[in-house]
């Protein structure tokens, strides 16, 4: 199993770099550079910059050299934690404008994982055990609405339901107006507070689909010959369900999670834009547009280099949960 851990982090790397490589080319496919974009805003209010400080500007971020050379002056200090110098927030280190949002967003996609587990396999484990009543058809239906809805409206109809129905005075965000003032404790429940929103816009989707999962999987399972065996060893109901039978028809789902990451890292990036988060998302979304390649050609390699050692975990946990598979 370490061999195989080892093996899989080694692979790991030139993957990473082939990532580095291919975002660095999706940030330059537009027109022109972050000097471009940022001549023309300035234009576009009224302002004014000399050719001679654009110039200054370009040699300094490196923009006057060839693309090949901009990709190693930024790539090369990513082995000392080094990420570069944000262009659109003048001589700001990258990992200092980030470093709160990823630290929001990391716990606010973990509370999102969290969240959609517990429900989703709690509802395919009911609708499994009682197939073909009112209630599975019910829950199958809301299933298929709640696959269909996409995340962003979902966010909008939280914010219209939150304002029209329970008179919210703001929203959006994760910490109220003033809340640098609140002792800690208070930091953390109106955080708790604000949470879900996101959550649930954020968590919805991904819950049918495993819920659907879970239910499917499970009803095969529990028409196993070892599990009528069980039954007829005179083993109380619940044991056989949650010992026997959950524990393998778990296994597409901690499969899933690996690869569900990338849809809630999705969708939480639109909904954390129009629900104004704190989180990583706004700042993607404005570095992208302002074409801020140390910004976000950084943000979009965190975020991949996340995605496969959450897919090595999942693979980890695989084999903790079900002791038939091994890899060599």
């Not at 001549?39 to 090949?68: C, F, K, M, W």
């Not at 979304?285 to 390699?301: E, F, V």
């Amino acid at each position: 199993m370490l061999a195989y851990i080892i093996r899989r982090i080694l692979y790991m790397i030139p993957t990473v770099i082939l990532i580095s490589i291919i975002c660095f080319i999706i940030i330059q496919l537009p027109p022109g550079d972050y000097m471009t974009t940022y001549t023309a805003r300035l234009r576009s209010v009224g302002g004014e910059v000399s050719q001679e400080a654009i110039e200054n500007l370009r040699i300094h971020y490196g923009l006057d050299q060839p693309l090949y050379k901009q990709y190693f002056l930024w790539i090369s200090g990513f082995p000392r934690g080094d990420f570069g110098i944000a262009m659109s927030i003048i001589d700001t280190p990258v990992l200092q404008i980030i470093g709160r949002g990823f630290l929001l967003t990391f716990i606010l996609l973990l509370i999102t994982l969290i969240f959609t587990l517990v429900v989703a396999i709690s509802i395919g484990v009911y609708s499994a055990t009682h197939k073909y009543t009112i209630i599975d058809h019910l829950l199958s239906f809301l299933a298929f609405i709640g696959m269909a809805i996409p995340p962003f409206l979902l966010a909008l109809g939280l914010m219209f339901i939150s304002v029209f129905y329970f008179n919210a005075q703001s929203i959006g965000g994760l910490f109220s107006p003033g809340y640098e003032s609140f002792p800690w404790w208070g930091k953390i429940f109106d955080f708790i507070k604000h949470l879900p929103m996101p959550v649930i816009a954020i968590g919805i989707a991904n819950i049918a689909i495993m819920m659907r999962i879970m239910r499917g999987n499970l009803m095969d399972i529990l028409a196993c010959q070892y599990i009528q065996t069980a039954r007829a060893k005179g083993l109380k109901e619940v044991t056989v369900i949650y010992k026997h039978a959950v524990r393998i028809a778990i296994n597409p789902i901690i499969s899933r999670v690996g690869m569900s990451l990338p849809e809630i890292v999705a969708a939480s990036m639109v909904v954390e834009i129009l629900l104004n988060l704190p989180t990583i998302g706004p700042i993607f979304y404005r570095s992208l547009i302002m074409q801020d390649m140390y910004l976000a050609g950084t943000i979009l390699l965190i975020i991949s280099v996340v995605l496969l050692l959450s897919n090595l975990v999942a693979d980890i946990l695989l084999v903790w949960t079900d002791p038939r598979i091994c890899y060599d």
